[in-house]
């Protein structure tokens, strides 16, 4: 029963001490745009658009179906980039948040990941457009998914 009255002092004395970890990470924020990963010479184009009154940053992610292999694209807070991605079958996920700790870290505890549900086939220069912003009725579905399986 003591444990219990002083489990919530420890959880926020536990946040407190990551926060303080944390914040030696924190890493200048990528250009909007930057791309990880490898490059193809037969690939298609990805064109990302985040909210303009947004504030929060996106870490793209999209995994190869057949091989694994990822790449990713750091878009900032109100930006379009464009980009092109291998041609192949992908699963996409990302990552939002404000302040970036990197690939490994994204964006700390204040990270929010979703996936897509959908499969995006990048083949002979034909690619998607995304509008990520939420809005009902749309037709990117998305559920959320924990940082640590990202």
Same mark, same amino acid.
């Given at each position: 029963?003591?444990?219990?009255?002083?489990?919530?002092?420890?959880?926020?004395?536990?946040?407190?001490?990551?926060?303080? &970890?944390?914040?030696?990470?924190?890493?200048?924020?990528?250009?909007?745009?930057?791309?990880?990963?490898?490059?193809?010479?037969?690939?298609?184009?990805?064109?990302?658009?985040?909210?303009?009154?947004?504030?929060?940053?996106?870490?793209?992610?999209?995994?190869?179906?057949?091989?694994?292999?990822?790449? &990713?694209?750091?878009?900032?807070?109100?930006?379009?980039?464009?980009?092109?991605?291998?041609?192949?079958?992908?699963?996409?996920?990302?990552?939002?948040?404000?302040?970036?700790?990197?690939?490994?870290?994204?964006?700390?505890?204040?990270?929010?990941?979703?996936?897509?549900?959908?499969?995006?086939?990048?083949?002979?220069?034909?690619?998607?457009?995304?509008?990520?912003?939420?809005? &009902?009725?749309?037709?990117?579905?998305?559920?959320?998914?924990? &940082?640590?399986?990202?």
């Amino acid at each position: 029963m003591v444990n219990y009255i002083f489990q919530p002092h420890y959880k926020r004395l536990h946040d407190d001490l990551v926060r303080s &970890a944390l914040s030696q990470y924190a890493q200048v924020r990528p250009v909007s745009g930057t791309f990880y990963g490898r490059r193809d010479y037969h690939s298609s184009p990805l064109r990302v658009t985040t909210p303009e009154y947004g504030f929060e940053d996106y870490y793209i992610k999209l995994v190869n179906k057949w091989t694994d292999e990822s790449v &990713a694209i750091y878009v900032r807070a109100g930006s379009t980039v464009e980009v092109s991605i291998p041609d192949g079958t992908y699963s996409m996920r990302y990552a939002t948040g404000l302040n970036w700790y990197g690939s490994r870290l994204l964006f700390g505890l204040n990270t929010h990941c979703s996936k897509s549900n959908d499969e995006f086939i990048f083949e002979n220069g034909r690619g998607y457009s995304l509008t990520l912003q939420k809005v &009902a009725h749309g037709n990117l579905h998305t559920s959320t998914m924990d &940082a640590s399986e990202f």
